[in-house]
């Protein structure tokens, strides 16, 4: 008897926490849902039928947001898929250099260092935003996709380091010894036993500073002025600002903006989640 | 043994490619230069212009002439716009600490459980919208808040036929709660992701071990999880009061701060005053004003929470 009630109680709380995950899954998705859905309705399906699938679909904001009628879709995807790129590779090459001199090489400044680059985690990018504005314009970087870019990978810088040089920091010595007897100095050492070892968290580091590029808003937004360098999340405002109450296409516009985002996510998931929980659980 | 080997490998070979460990000066430079360049121009000289900047009364061109000491500050402490921002900051930072992590906290709990099938799929629906820029996803929720074509809309007409929908954001009095609920949607799943992870650490024999003792669910979470969860909870919480503090996309996406102020938070209005005006020794003060409350914070929440572990 007391087993059944036990199973009968077990099976009520877990029938209750699916239904809590369900509800909450709902919150999640249903925005998304109606968004996407959206985009292929008319004004008035929007009111009448605010869940269900319209049909027929009409697909024809999709077709004139892709083929450029409305909008400049492809534009800011370029745009945004570009800054991404080289803030990746800038973050990459800058970060795996300097965590691997700040983990493996010994010198006279190298905690010093190292405490100057992490004093930078504690720098908002709202603090140094509008001498960065005279900085840029100074360098004639206003409007540039450098503009983005640099300002963006030195603000990435602290946490990257962080996250890198306590990798490289735990590759073991003999490695280094078998790389040492093999003729390698510090810079081959890097190159071919490093770097290598070192792809996954090469891949949580990238894909970090990717998310932070695609969704930054801030910089893009007091770098570029004209419409030509639009990022998407700002195509998506300029967008909205210019159609202001033809939501059936600004939620077209909405859901192909959110399609690489959602992408990335899917096949990166793993890293994004190691990274963050790396960075936050161990840091 | 390393001395030998690198005076070897110098005697054989000159080229600084060589001796490890021991690099020499150009290969320092090689390494470390690029990224200490960068981040000095863009991030360290930024921030200590900002504190000289925020001296003075200047519109970004010709020379720093107008000293005012600290003027700028005692003006922005006057500023009703600017403290209604700080309040709505602290609002929002409440919210998060009383609303946004006992959820992720909630749901982590009920995902992290080792026999839950399906975790893996509410998992990745509840982290997705992490991914989602802050701008889209404001946007998103402009339409699910529209009085008229929105799911608001729907949902009210569904409720009560005859009344119209609410106006959310357009209600000063209600837009700020309806951009935390925003807010709120994409973040728990980032605080819960981060609290599995620390779950994921406890040793599940003694959650076991205190169970056999005869201990209920609720005492097992009070006297052995949540102890153990403390320090990961510690650092979701200091996550979120950061970025509380430094709320900006999402606000701007949603009305940039307006009906009347009614959603300004410092960002907002240091976006506001010193781009927008262009007084950037004004709005330096706002800046550095806001580095100064996190900073504190951050050393405050260092000495008296994280203390307690050792």
Partial sequence: ?283 | MTDTMTAAGRRTNLRLWRGARKAGFPTLVLLLGPALVLFTVFVVIPVAQAAVYSLYRWNGLGPLSTFRGLQNFAALARDTIFQKALWHNILIVIVSLVIEIPLALGVALIIGRSNFKLAVFFRTFFFMPYVLSEVITGILWQFIYHPQYGLIHSIAALLSPTSPAPVLLGNPRITLWAIMVVIIWKYFGFHMTILIAGLQDIPVELQEAARIDGASSGQVFRHVTLPLLRTTLQISMFFSIIGSFQVFDVVWAMGKGDPVNAAETMVTYLYKFGIQRFQIGYGSSVALTIFVICLAFSILYRKLVMREER
Avoid at chain 1, 181 to 205: K, R
């Fill in chain 1, 1 to 283: 008897m007391r087993v059944m009630a036990e199973s009968r109680r077990r099976l009520v709380s877990s029938v209750f926490l699916y239904a809590a995950c369900s509800v909450v899954t709902l919150i999640v998705v249903v925005p998304l849902y109606i968004s996407i859905l959206g985009g292929f309705k008319t004004m008035g399906q929007l009111v009448t039928q605010p869940m269900n699938i319209p049909l027929p679909l009409m697909a024809s904001q999709y077709t004139d947001l892709l083929v450029g009628k409305v909008g400049f879709y492809w534009r800011a995807l370029v745009n945004s898929s570009l800054v991404a790129a080289l803030s990746v590779f800038f973050e990459l090459a800058l970060c795996a250099c300097s965590a691997f001199a700040l983990a493996r090489l010994h010198f006279r400044l190298s905690s010093a260092i190292y405490n100057y680059f992490l004093l930078g985690l504690l720098f908002p990018l709202a603090v140094a935003v509008l001498p960065l504005y005279i900085q840029l314009r100074g360098l004639h970087l206003l409007d540039r996709y450098l503009g983005v870019v640099l300002p963006q990978v030195a603000f990435q810088i602290p946490l990257q380091v962080l996250l890198l040089r306590g990798f490289f920091k735990a590759i073991p010595t003999e490695l280094e010894d078998a790389s040492e007897i093999d003729g390698y100095g510090p810079l081959g050492f890097l190159w071919y036993m490093v770097l290598p070892l070192s792809t996954p968290i090469l891949a949580t580091s990238g894909v970090l500073t990717l998310v932070y590029s695609w969704n930054n808003f801030f910089l893009p937004l007091l770098v570029f002025n004209s419409e030509a360098r639009f990022t998407l999340p700002m195509g998506v405002m300029a967008f909205q600002g210019v159609y202001a109450s033809d939501w059936n296409l600004i939620l077209g516009y909405l859901s192909l903006a959110m399609v690489p985002a959602i992408m990335i996510f899917v096949f990166a998931q793993k890293y994004i989640v190691a990274g963050l929980t790396g960075g936050a659980v161990k840091g």
